[in-house]
């Protein structure tokens, strides 16, 4: 049981940074992978990024390899992803997720979504 509060997102201009939180309560987070995914208009949902449950692996879509970064900090129960050298592209609404899953690109693998953050880059 895990539940997923996310925050940061904004309207930024090419080139802007923004980072992303996700908060999580539940007994079991520390158990659990962290992924990031995003959603444009008219898009299906599509992987970001992901973190194992223990922080020592991550997996990065090739869209973003180089510019964004996840982190997660289990003392505050809290994931973060960076985001850097934003583009029109990645306007999106962001969701934190949550698994127990192995393949961490998939969506299938999380058993917990957040509510998405709205992130608009603008040219």
């Known amino acids: 049981q895990v539940q997923l509060v996310e ?14 939180s996700c908060v999580a309560s539940g007994r079991t987070f520390d ?22 449950w223990n922080g020592r692996s991550t997996s990065y879509a090739d869209s973003v390899k180089g510019r964004f970064a996840i982190s997660r900090d289990n003392e505050k129960n809290t994931a973060y992803l960076q985001m850097n050298s934003l583009k029109p592209e990645d306007t999106a609404v962001y969701y934190c997720a949550a698994g127990r899953g192995f393949n961490l690109r998939r969506s299938t693998e999380y058993d917990y979504w957040g509510q998405g953050t709205q992130v608009t880059v603008s040219s």
């Open 7 to 20: 925050s940061g997102g904004g309207l930024v201009q090419a080139g802007d940074s923004l980072r992303l």
């Open 31 to 52: 158990n659990y992978a962290m992924g990031w995914f995003r959603q444009a208009p008219g898009k299906d949902r599509e992987f970001v990024v992901a973190i194992a």
